[in-house]
């Protein structure tokens, strides 16, 4: 499978990891305010990032569905890349990854650059966006913008904490293997990897309207 980094085609890895049966089927997210705040409270300190309905629909109310249903609480930084970026969104509940892994979205055209601090969906080929995020942790416009003729669409930007986003714990890079960690959840990366950062909660402060 293809790994993205600066130099090579740029796709950030979705796995399609097998995590047994699918569960039922999950209904259409529901619409997102214009914009709204999010705090991450993480074990590097707080993050705050603004989302704006209007760089990418589909992906914003996908992203607010998720902060309102406590998706991010306890989830884990699994892959650092410094420099460039750091990727979350796999539940440290297996059972939850195995809901959502057959919930794609379709794509939001980009409408905006990957600015350092912005967030992102990652995904593996067209609409594959599920659950999986990044802060991009430089201005990574010129490789992801247009990448595979489709892009990241950013859904938020950092608005404060920016500076935590350069002390996650690096020290892994790539390692964690995604399947397990679909499979397994926090219990694999509890075991093996035991410095990662992670989100101790995602709250919505703020919105508009």
Avoid at 45 to 69: K, N, Q
Avoid at 125 to 130: F, M, Q, V
């Amino acid at each position: 499978m293809i790994r993205l980094t600066r130099h090579a085609a740029p796709f950030l890895l979705l796995v399609a990891a097998a995590c047994g049966p699918s569960a039922q089927p999950m209904t259409p997210d529901p619409a997102a305010p214009d914009s709204f705040d999010v705090a991450f409270e993480t074990t590097a300190g707080t993050i705050t990032v603004r989302s704006r309905r209007a760089w990418a629909p589909i992906g914003v109310d996908r992203f607010h569905r998720l902060v309102t249903d406590g998706f991010f609480d306890e989830v884990r930084f699994f892959r650092v890349v410094p420099g460039f970026i750091t990727q979350f969104g796999l539940s440290g509940d297996a059972g939850v990854n195995r809901r959502w892994r057959d919930a794609p979205l379709q794509d939001d055209p980009v409408q905006t650059t990957n600015a350092k601090g912005t967030l992102a969906f990652a995904r593996g080929n067209e609409n594959s966006r599920t659950t999986q995020l990044f802060f991009n942790l430089a201005d990574n416009g010129m490789i992801l913008d247009m990448a595979q003729g489709f892009g990241f669409p950013p859904i938020a930007e950092t608005i404060s904490g920016i500076e935590t986003l350069d002390k996650i714990f690096p020290g892994y890079g790539e390692s964690p293997d995604q399947g397990r960690v679909m499979s397994e959840g926090n219990d694999y990366l509890i075991k093996n990897f035991p410095q990662l950062d992670a989100i101790k909660s995602a709250k919505i402060v703020a919105h508009w309207p």
